[in-house]
């Protein structure tokens, strides 16, 4: 039987490197897969999901507003789909997460979701809030603060290295405003807003 799994880390573990290694395994074993990733800003087209270490492949982009059944229904309808791939998780819809949900379990398929579990201040995204409570399967990506403990949150920075406290749970941009951190040094940096 398919299953929905949510593979949920904080920024800068890797997520997109597990991705693509993974979807890589199937198509080496002569399977095809279908990746997706949210459209995060205006750029229309085909969308890439591209990680650090420099491995990359193209991926269709989901918006808020898309029915992501539909969307995977019509691309098995162009031939055999042996699992689904979705990067930036976090940015689904709940509604999304159902469609998701429907595809296991209607058309049979496995759907592995990759994303962000909590934003800079400390709380679950909706789509992966969804995840968390829909999931057959749940896995960490895990990184390691700079003392050596496992990270689990993430703080934003000004450009001085400062934690950012308030502001929009989304902002896109380059990986250097954003820090993974354990609890504790995550609730230092917040707490006096201290370079790390
Ligand atoms: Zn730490």
């Known amino acids: ?33 279908y990746l997706l990733t949210a459209q995060i800003d205006d750029r229309a087209g085909v969308g890439r999901i591209a990680s650090r270490i420099g491995i990359g492949s193209e991926a269709d982009l989901f918006t808020p507003q898309d029915d992501l059944f539909a ?27 159902w469609q998701l949900a429907r595809v296991v379990d209607d058309l049979n398929v496995p759907v592995l979701c990759y994303g962000l579990r909590v934003d800079f ?14 999931a057959d399967e749940m896995r960490e990506v895990r990184t390691i603060c700079h003392c050596g403990r496992k990270a689990t949150m993430v703080i934003r920075q000004d450009e001085t290295g ?12 380059g990986n250097e405003t954003y820090v993974s951190l354990c609890r504790r040094h995550w609730r230092a940096a917040i707490a006096d807003g201290s370079q790390i």
Do not use: W
């Not at 229904?73 to 940015?91: I, L, P, T, Y």
């Not at 400390?122 to 789509?127: I, S, V």
């Open 1 to 33: 039987m398919a299953k929905l799994y949510f593979n949920y880390s904080t920024m800068n573990a890797g997520k997109s490197t597990v991705l693509l290694q993974a979807s890589h395994n199937y198509r080496e074993n002569g399977m095809q897969t």
């Open 71 to 97: 969307m995977i229904q019509g691309r098995m309808s162009q031939g055999a789909v042996a699992c689904v791939f979705v990067d930036e998780a976090q940015f689904l819809k709940p509604d999304q997460v």
């Open 121 to 134: 201040r400390g709380e679950l995204f909706p789509g992966s809030a969804t995840l968390l409570a829909l």
């Open 162 to 173: 400062r934690a950012i406290t308030q502001g929009e749970q989304v902002q896109i941009g």
